[in-house]
């Protein structure tokens, strides 16, 4: 799956979503591991860990009777590679308008 770095951005807008990247950032954890460090149910914790899983973000593997969720590097790389790419742009943007502004000058 290719993740788009606009569509895990958007994901990761929504505040329970968030909060819970940032814990599976810190380590793998289940479903019931999540809903125990939030105050969200299990069923809501499995609705977002879906949204993050379907935009790139999160992986899982089977643990015995337990899915394990991670954060998928590659979903993180997409949304360092559209901010880079936005970066540019903005600079480059900022380079051609002191150019004419220099230009303007002379």
Not at 17 to 46: D, H, K, N, W, Y
Not at 63 to 85: C, F, K, M, S, W
Request: charged fraction near 20%; include cysteine.
């Amino acid at each position: 799956m290719e993740t788009n770095g606009i569509a895990a951005l958007g994901a990761l807008g929504d505040p329970t979503r968030r909060a819970i990247f940032e814990c599976l950032a810190r380590r793998p954890m289940a479903v019931g591991q999540l809903s125990a460090e939030l105050p969200v149910t299990r069923p809501a914790v499995s609705q977002h860990l879906k949204v993050l899983k379907q935009v790139g973000l999160v992986t899982d593997h089977a643990d015995g009777t337990r899915r394990i969720y991670q954060i998928n590097p590659e979903g993180v790389q997409a949304i360092h590679y559209y901010l880079d790419q936005m970066w540019n742009q903005a600079l480059t943007g900022f380079r051609l308008a002191a150019q004419q502004i220099a230009q303007e000058e002379t």
